[in-house]
């Protein structure tokens, strides 16, 4: 999670309108007054579509108006039903691949007529409410399939690209490629090197000029600079020809096998429905980064972006268009834009109608290899080199590439197929995967179970087990969250053999509390053995219970363990509630083996014995590291030996508190590599100059902002602070210690507040609850104007680069606030659930 999430703010413009009470309010009068916003950005979208349209429509072997009835219809149709305000529909460049197959197989209009069919799955799926779950698809299995779709378009494409036409299947394509070469047609590689290079340099123009070029869609520019060289140089080459619209084809009934054409209506419905369902999501993502307040845009309804585009699919299919679906260059260009609202993307809709009924004598003047070069570019680009490295970096490249091979060989519904058929064998290997070591420290020995403990690992288990001597002190691990019955059984007989033997056995894992008993038979005390070491192991219990909780003995508990009726004793354990290790000294037969475990950032451990009260604070740091070590490292030594070897790139300055009761990571929900934390006492910001500034905070600051360039500095203040406590209390003259020193910095919150010209900054729906809040929360406000004031931060609000956040953690109610408003009201508002981005 970000810290600097924004929240919703408050709208004082909007008008509330009143009505009588248990009456139905008044229908709101419904007026089309598109904003300017929404209205450069529909011509924005629309100068990217319509090259785009065309060139897909000519990718796909469909006629080429069919194109820009797909576009239109995505604009006006799927635009105002849609769930997602922002996403632009249309031909897709992901369902090439799939409608060309089509089309050669079952003819243009039973193509039209699968569309339709197509879109009434979609409307079936929106009304059973299943968008959520058809995102289920793993993304390697979905970048996969655009990766493949995209290999299999740059191919196709590269024949047109150099004067030939492409052939039936990705491999037929290759195998024809050198007799192409051979052969070129220098006029149409000419003019699709134009085409490319225009699409490839134009959005790196230098300067403010190019700055201002930029504006222009480099499409456009790429497609109208290929048309004017031909036409000015007099190249003879293969041009756009738009029929008249009085011999378009329109849907036909389907003819072909029954089967097949189920097929092709399921593969058209997912690939449609999961491109629109990630496009969807992708939108509201580059909505919640979009800079500046802006309006507030809701989140998407997927169910109901199902239901638009079904719903589009249907009226495209059955005027002759292609199939529709979210696109993302498009609605990326349309957030980009600065668009607020729907009418954006359906004044691009009413755009290429008028292009496509008033500018034909234009549009046909376009060469055909500038449109393959255009919709090649496009292809290229599906491979995401980004996605390459996110489904390597999980582990899940196999599947990537499984599903690419097979989408380009086979097709997309196989490769999907073969990708969800390999996603699931590797998710049952790392369920099966288990690795068992043993080793020995200081005289005791370990066995560490990493991954779940099933009957197929049980013989190595044994093994590793049968490695122990008779008598020895053995540390058992288990990290895994699943034992079955017959690893249970296995683990039971060894530890019963073991203690017997005068040996002795402490059970450490995610499960805190929980020991090898007799689930069956709870009526028996558990089986006893002799001397202090067979106590204690009697006594042992496991990090990774709920912590401080005293349950009683439950039978067969998830994996068939049974927790141990425990009278006291100190069962804090990482990433879960504790009570900062106020644990009573367990009795003497059970103290020893009991311990605890923590995380990172402030989870603070203590092992073992514990006295009433706080153990001594250096007995606890060896016990805290000791856990680190043992529970913990292993977890987090992969993501920590990433950032040793990339080094740190946190994407905020996080400044708060010294006060030991916040805890960063936690009430941020971030990890290793996040945050570039700077704590003082009283999250203060001295104001720069040699005699009033700090260099430990300026320095920070400084580095965050022009070494690591970070993207945001929030300022965290909470309640009860100490250091406001003192700043209130402080008396005039007396000694000058250090801290009094240090407190001066806050002189300028406690003007800010007693200052009746400046309205206090408060919190949403109540009050401050003394003056020690009100001064909390002055200081957030007060130490980001300081912050403006560091030369570092006001040149890098001024490019644009960096955001300020304020934040207020009220610890008695675990209650983050952050800062809205503008300079006269400023206001601490809830994160609402509804505010943040999918």
């Keep these: 999670m970000s810290a600097c999430t924004p929240t919703r703010a408050s709208d004082s413009t909007r008008t509330h309108r009143t009505h009588p009470p248990h009456s139905p309010p008044p229908a709101p009068r419904r007026r089309f007054r598109p904003a300017g916003a929404d209205v450069s950005a529909s011509i924005a979208v629309f100068l990217i579509a319509l090259p785009l349209s065309l060139g897909i429509a000519l990718a796909t072997g469909a006629p080429l108006q069919a194109g820009l009835v797909a576009a239109a219809v995505g604009g006006l149709v799927a635009g105002r039903i849609g769930g997602s305000a922002l996403q632009v529909s249309g031909p897709a460049a992901g369902l090439t691949v799939v409608t060309a197959d089509l089309i050669q197989r079952y003819g243009w209009r039973t193509t039209c007529a699968i569309t339709v069919l197509a879109g009434l799955a979609q409307i079936g799926l929106g009304c059973l409410r299943v968008a959520r779950t058809a995102l289920a698809v793993s993304p390697a299995i979905v970048h996969g399939m655009l990766a493949g779709i995209g290999v299999t378009i740059a191919v196709a494409q590269l024949h047109i690209v150099l004067g030939g036409r492409p052939q039936s299947s990705v491999l037929a394509n290759l195998r024809a490629l050198p007799a192409q070469l051979a052969q070129l047609a220098p006029a149409s590689v000419a003019v699709s090197t134009l085409t490319l290079a225009l699409l490839l340099l134009w959005p790196r123009l230098p300067g403010r000029a190019g700055q201002v070029l930029r504006k222009v869609p480099a499409p456009l520019v790429a497609v109208a600079g290929a048309t004017a060289t031909a036409a000015l140089a007099g190249l ?138 255009l919709v090649m570019a496009v292809g290229i680009q599906m491979v995401s080199l980004h996605h390459i490295r996110t489904v390597t970096r999980h582990r899940e490249v196999l599947v990537y590439a499984v599903t690419t091979l097979g989408v380009v060989v086979l097709g997309v519904l196989q490769g999907v197929a073969l990708g969800i058929a390999v996603a699931v064998a590797t998710a049952l290997h790392r369920l099966t995967r288990t690795r068992i070591t043993h080793d020995e420290q200081e005289g005791v020995h370990h066995v560490q179970v990493r991954g779940q403990l099933t009957f197929l690992a049980v013989p190595r288990l044994s093994r590793a087990l049968h490695l122990v001597p008779q008598g020895a002190d053995v540390v058992v691990e288990l990290s895994g969250s699943f034992m079955d019955h017959a690893a249970y059984e296995a683990l039971q007989d060894w530890q019963k053999t073991h203690i017997a033997q005068g040996g002795s056995v402490e059970l450490t894992g995610r499960r805190a509390g929980v020991r090898i008993g007799e689930p069956e038979d709870l009526s028996e005390p558990p089986a006893t053995a002799h001397g202090p070491e067979a106590q204690k192991a009697q006594a042992a219990v496991a990090t990774g219970s709920d912590a401080h909780q005293e349950d009683p003995p439950r039978p067969g508990h998830g994996t068939g363990l049974a927790e141990p009726v425990a009278s006291s004793g100190c069962r804090c354990r990482p990433w879960t509630p504790w009570r900062n290790h106020q644990c009573e000294r367990p009795p003497a037969a059970s103290r020893a083996g ?23 604070g250096g007995r606890q740091l060896v016990r805290g590291i000791s856990a680190f070590q043992r529970n913990t490292a292993p977890l987090v030594r992969g993501e920590l030996a990433r950032l040793a070897r990339e080094g740190q790139r946190p994407t905020q300055l996080f400044l708060t508190c010294a006060d030991s009761r916040l805890v960063t990571s936690m009430i941020t929900s971030s990890g290793p590599g996040d945050l570039f934390v700077v704590r003082n006492v009283g999250n203060l910001v001295p104001l720069p100059g040699a005699e009033s500034g700090d260099d430990s905070v300026a320095a920070a600051i400084e580095y965050a902002v022009e070494v690591l360039q970070v993207r945001s500095i929030t300022v965290c203040g909470h309640s009860g602070c100490g250091a406001m406590q003192a700043l209130l209390n402080s008396e005039p003259g007396g000694a000058r210690t250090p801290l009094k020193r240090w407190l001066r910095h806050g002189l300028p919150s406690l003007e800010r507040m007693a200052d009746d010209n400046r309205p206090w900054a408060r919190l949403a729906g109540r009050g401050p609850a003394d003056a020690v809040e009100q001064l909390c929360l002055t200081n957030v406000v007060e130490q980001l104007e300081h912050l403006r004031a560091h030369d570092s931060v006001a ?18 109610e675990a209650q983050a606030y952050l800062l809205t408003g503008a300079d006269q009201d400023r206001v601490f508002d809830h994160v609402r659930e509804a505010d943040l981005p999918a």
Excluded at 594 to 615: C, F, I, N, V, Y
């Design 594 to 616: 009991q311990h605890s475990g923590t995380g990172a950032d402030g989870r603070q451990a203590a092992l073992g014995d514990t006295s009433p009260g706080p153990e001594p």
């Design 236 to 373: 003879s080459l293969l041009k756009v020809d738009l029929p008249s619209w009085r011999n378009h084809a329109l849907a036909g009934l389907p003819e072909g096998p029954a089967l097949g054409l189920a097929a092709a209506v399921l593969t058209t419905t997912l690939v449609c429905s999961v491109q629109s369902l990630l496009g969807a999501i992708a939108v509201d993502k580059l909505v919640a980064s979009r800079p500046g307040p802006g309006v507030h845009i809701h989140r998407s309804d997927l169910d109901r972006e199902l239901l638009g585009q079904g719903a589009a699919n249907i009226v495209s299919g059955t005027l002759g268009g292609l199939p529709v679906a979210g696109v993302a260059v498009r609605s990326t260009a349309n957030v980009n834009a600065g668009a607020v609202s729907r009418n954006s993307t359906m004044l691009h809709g009413v755009l290429v109608v008028v292009a496509a009924l008033l500018m034909v004598p234009a549009l046909e003047l376009i060469p055909l290899a500038s449109l393959a070069a």
């Design 795 to 812: 040149r890098a609000l001024r490019e644009g680069a960096l955001e300020l956040h304020g934040m207020y953690f009220h610890v008695g």
